[in-house]
């Protein structure tokens, strides 16, 4: 009995031993893991800034003018700044997950880095999308990615003579719009919604389109696209939508 019991004490030493010496080996991982975490935290808020600053300014230009907006001039502002900011920053990956990109290519966008960045300041933007689209890549990704479209009637042309009746439905009941074909400028009485000047009464909310006001759902998303190659918008335009160039080149 006391063999029996000396040998099944030995056994749990061994069992102790090795669980100790595995914890000691994973011990150099974790404090590496605990100051890669440490200095994250620190570059975090360059890094937010610098994808900010992406997403908010570099919708307009083709790849080559955004890598060097990026690299250059907004890493170099915010190193003279003095704020820590990571290296090489993948704005791709810091900004979108795998899973998310994977349902973008599946609704039908291209999955090279330009499309991500595309798709990104899309979904993520404010202000309401402006698309550059002359191979009609956002065009296909949109509609397959809001089927409600299509069921709804709502893809529109800023010709539509009841454009303004036309956005009625889907602002109340909170559907996407997409206007396409845009050339050099949009209709001034989009402006309202452009701009998003909803008026809070109560419970509901309402926006004003020339001299009627319609209700308004926090639902309702505007896309809206030009076929043009290189169209001029004005600065007054680019200050309301964002511009995003889905080009390809």
Not at 57 to 81: A, Q, V, W
Not at 87 to 110: K, M, S
Not at 238 to 247: L, P
């Amino acid at each position: 009995a006391l063999e029996e019991k000396a040998n099944k004490t030995r056994r749990k030493m061994d069992q102790a031993n090795r669980l100790i010496n595995s914890l000691q080996d994973n011990k150099d991982r974790w404090i590496a893991s605990a100051n890669e975490f440490k200095s994250l935290k620190m570059r975090l808020v360059g890094d937010v800034a610098k994808a900010c600053a992406f997403v908010s300014y570099c919708g307009p230009f083709n790849t080559e003018f955004r890598s060097k907006l990026l690299e250059e001039y907004f890493h170099n502002d915010i190193m003279t700044k003095e704020i820590p900011v990571s290296d090489g920053l993948q704005l791709t990956q810091f900004l979108v997950d795998a899973a998310t990109i994977g349902e973008w290519n599946l609704e039908g966008l291209p999955s090279d880095d330009l499309s991500i960045q595309n798709g990104i300041m899309v979904t993520r933007s404010s202000r309401y999308p402006l698309m550059i689209d002359p191979q009609s890549q956002a065009y296909t990704w949109i509609k397959q990615r809001e089927p409600e479209l299509t069921k709804n009637n709502c893809i529109l042309t800023l010709n539509n003579p009841n454009l303004r009746d036309s956005l009625k439905m889907p602002m109340e009941m909170g559907f996407p719009v997409l206007i396409e074909s845009i050339e050099n400028e949009v209709d001034p009485m989009l402006d309202p919604i452009l701009e998003k000047q909803v008026i809070v009464k109560g419970r509901s909310k309402t926006i004003k389109l020339g001299d009627q006001e319609f209700d308004y759902d926090d639902k309702f998303r505007l896309y809206m696209t030009s076929r043009l190659a290189n169209p001029h918008f004005s600065p007054e335009l680019a200050a309301k939508a964002t511009i995003i160039d889905f080009t390809v080149t």
